[in-house]
């Protein structure tokens, strides 16, 4: 288990008291994490639908309100979420986030950008490149695939723009969202994807396998490589192999500069002063997304600061599931009976006041202690897994975010 | 009754498209229905395209390799077959069927050579995908040469298909066919897909649930389907909790005003003499369970507004396993899915 790895003084360095009880999962902090003037970047990652955004913008402001001059990079954030950052145009540059602070509260700063994967990676080609060799690639078809459909460069994008920010040094935390990915890992693995697509072994492979490759290598697949060739470009068309050869070719200078900042950026993600948050909801499958991802960080020594278990439902009352639903069902059978009546003999017959009300709460709390345990039980097999990675949990709200009090609000529930 | 939840035209649909929000509980609710449909004695597929082992995780089985194998029996007799579609393994089945690469194929793979096809044209992989569903809806099973009658294989295929974002363009397979070449063998299957999934013969469902986000996903969603001329089926509402407030309470319970004293009373009519902050804690409760139900009645009134069949499944609170499939099922069964 890549938990192994992790030195066992994980568990025991801990300052908060509550946290080392046995069998309890360390207390994320997200409030000294944030006030330590040593992270500079915060990665939220996790799988799709978990609130990654929502985590972002809230730990973002909440730093802000602190006292930090910080940056949130979005990636796709829900319409009314975007508008409440003042995100309404993508002009693909940070923008004070209007209303985030109140005037003279101190140093913090808020700005949020959300990512333009095609302006971003338009930005990169020219910046690598004279004018009319970028103006070439941009008219090339398949730069057009490349650049908004790729599945992979949305990623690749995020991080350019990530290690843009940082490199800027106009900001003292860079807080990012990561792209909606089928898979949170995608996160790390589609710019490495990306690189290898337009590195052009294979396209020259496909557009001139004889040339391509040593004696060895054509001595063994080469005439089946023909035959392969042969057939997607039968499927794809002489003109789209035509026309991303032509890509390949006109990127191939560009290429070496492309690779040395995605290395630096995955750099960047190791370097002290990082810190992955990983997002899930009390569901099966988030948590084994989490589980992944906690594992893959590790592999790749990256800092982990912990869990955020979104949307819980913790129980208000310590009252019993088991007494709640046997009290509801006497009231309901009391009132049963009374309904049952041919006539009322007195007034001691009446409902007893509140009777329904409190069937009804008594039902209601049942339910949810019911949910409790089942997202107790799910949280189990990950801390199992994963006993020394740190959690919060964040308590369902009855709306969904989309203002600036409910980023504060989620903030609020985030650094309890 | 049931008509309106699961109209005639629906019970004629061979292939069911299931799509959603992500964390909705589309890989589930495409199970159950899949299971659904098999009841009476009746074959069915559900096919998973995007690679996650959805299925197996579902049902409980080992992953799926790339070929149909059953996972499921219905109670009287049915069977579920699933299947996990991979478009690089599609391509090679291709490439098969038109020039022999005998075992190349597999040092293809190893290359890289193949994913690398796949993902030089995006629309590629989609048509791929579609192209083995469609296969599947369309294989026959009898006894050809004798004149016997040839029947489908399966009486329904259940596609859980990407989520809401994604979808439109995942079917659209007109469009993925203009980025490919305009004659050879894939572009003829893919004409095939096409006619296939804009006919009645085609159902596309959204999951959703009772929650702001998902629910105007789900509408922005059925507008788009709507224009790209996909035959749009039924709203699936995943998730639905009983409101168990009575509702004279419930206003008042929203704002958690004077909700205290006649509770109080009623709990030591149940024999509850509870501390304050218990009592409190109860009320806060009642409190949120309360906003929830206004919201839902809110989106609710949204989601009727599109005038679609709607199917209601509760949440199951001790979360779905394998008995929970079979018990959506046959909620689904109950509110006519046939």
Redesign the interface.
């Known amino acids: 288990m890549a938990d192994t790895t992790r030195p066992d003084t994980a568990r025991s360095d801990t300052t908060r008291s509550d946290t080392t009880r046995s069998g309890r999962p360390r207390h994320l902090d997200l409030d000294g994490l944030l006030a330590d003037r040593a992270t500079r970047v915060l990665v939220c990652c996790g799988s799709g639908g978990v609130g990654k955004t929502t985590t972002a913008a809230s730990l973002a402001l909440r730093a802000a309100e602190q006292g930090r001059r910080v940056v949130v990079l979005t990636i796709d954030p829900a319409r009314r979420l975007a508008q409440s950052l003042g995100l309404e145009e993508l002009d693909n540059e940070p923008r004070t986030v209007p209303g985030a602070l109140p005037p003279g509260a101190g140093d913090g700063e808020l700005q949020a950008m959300m990512l333009d994967m095609r302006r971003t990676f338009d930005e990169m080609v020219s910046g690598h490149t004279t004018p009319d060799r970028a103006q070439a690639i941009f008219d090339n078809p398949f730069y057009q695939t490349i650049s908004t459909s790729f599945s992979g460069t949305q990623e690749y994008m995020a991080m350019e723009k990530l290690g843009q920010l940082t490199a800027t040094g106009d900001w003292d935390l860079v807080v990012v969202d990561t792209p909606p990915s089928r898979s949170a890992l995608d996160f790390l693995d589609a710019p490495q994807r990306l690189s290898s697509f337009l590195d052009g072994r294979m396209i020259r492979l496909l557009s001139a396998p004889a040339r391509a490759g040593g004696y060895a290598f054509r001595k063994i697949v080469g005439s089946t490589f023909n035959l392969f060739a042969k057939a997607v470009s039968t499927i794809l068309g002489g003109q789209m192999l035509a026309d991303a050869s032509a890509f390949v070719q006109a990127f191939d200078t560009l290429f070496g500069g492309f690779q040395e900042r995605a290395n630096k950026t995955y750099q960047l993600l190791r370097a002290p002063g990082t810190q992955f948050v990983v997002v899930a909801s009390p569901e099966p499958d988030a948590l084994r997304e989490a589980s992944y991802f906690v594992e893959r960080l590790s592999d790749e020594h990256m800092p982990l600061a912990g869990l955020v278990l979104n949307r819980t439902h913790p129980v208000h009352a310590t009252l019993s599931g088991a007494r709640a639903r046997e009290a509801a069902e006497t009231l309901e059978a009391a009132q049963d009976d009374r309904v049952g009546l041919p006539y009322r003999r007195g007034p001691q017959d009446a409902s007893p006041p509140g009777a329904e009300l409190a069937a009804a709460v008594l039902r209601l709390h049942a339910d949810r202690v019911e949910t409790a345990e089942r997202e107790r039980r799910v949280l189990g097999r990950f801390t199992r897994a994963h006993p020394t990675v740190p959690i919060v949990d964040v308590p369902a709200m009855a709306t969904d975010v989309h203002d600036l009090e409910g980023l504060r609000e989620i903030g609020r529930r985030l650094a309890s | 009754m049931t008509d309106q939840h699961w109209p005639a035209a629906l019970a004629e649909a061979r292939l069911h498209v299931v799509s959603g929000?992500?964390?909705?509980g589309k890989t589930t609710l495409a199970a159950a229905l899949a299971l659904a449909l098999a009841a009476g004695g009746r074959r069915t597929l559900l096919v998973e395209v995007?690679g996650?082992q959805?299925i197996a995780?579902v049902f409980d089985t080992p992953p799926l390799p790339y070929a149909e194998q059953r996972i499921a029996v219905a109670p009287d007799g049915g069977e579920v077959r699933g299947l996990s579609v991979d478009a690089e393994a599609a391509l090679l089945e291709?490439?098969e069927m038109?020039?022999n690469?005998g075992l190349?194929g597999r040092?293809?793979r190893r290359?890289?050579?193949i994913e690398?096809?796949t993902?030089?044209?995006?629309g590629?992989r989609d048509v791929l995908l579609t192209g083995k569903v469609k296969e599947c809806v369309g294989r026959t099973v009898g006894e050809d040469r004798r004149g016997g009658r040839r029947v489908p294989l399966y009486d329904a295929v259940v596609l859980d298909a990407p989520?809401t974002?994604r979808v439109v363009k995942f079917l659209d397979v007109t469009k993925a066919m203009g980025?490919?070449?305009?004659t050879?063998?894939?572009h003829s299957q893919s004409e095939g897909v096409v006619e296939l999934l804009h006919s009645s013969r085609t159902a596309v469902h959204l999951v959703t649930q009772l929650?702001?986000?998902p629910v105007?996903e789900t509408l922005d969603t059925v507008a788009e389907i709507r224009e790209a001329g996909l035959p749009m089926g039924a709203i699936l509402v995943n998730r639905v909790?009983?409101s168990?407030?009575?509702a004279t309470?419930l206003t008042g319970a929203a704002t958690g005003a004077g909700?205290g004293?006649?509770?109080?009373?009623?709990?030591e009519?149940?024999?509850?003499f509870?501390k304050d902050?218990?009592?409190?804690?109860?009320?806060?409760?009642?409190v949120?369970?309360a906003?929830?139900v206004q919201?839902e009645a809110a989106v609710r009134s949204g989601l009727d507004a599109a005038g679609l069949p709607q199917l209601e499944l509760p949440e199951l609170?001790?979360?779905v396993d394998l008995g929970g499939i079979y018990e959506l099922a046959e909620l689904l069964r109950e509110q006519g899915v046939r």
Do not use: C, N, W
């Open positions: 929000k992500g964390g909705t995007e996650r959805g995780q291709y490439l038109f020039y690469l190349a040092t293809l290359m890289g050579a690398f096809a993902t030089l044209a995006p590629l989520p974002g980025s490919l070449a305009r050879g063998p894939i929650e702001d986000l105007q909790r009983p168990r407030l009575p309470a909700l004293a006649g509770l109080r009373s009623g709990l009519a149940a024999g509850l509870l902050e218990e009592v409190d804690g109860l009320v806060s409760e009642t949120e369970h906003e929830r919201v609170t001790e979360g």
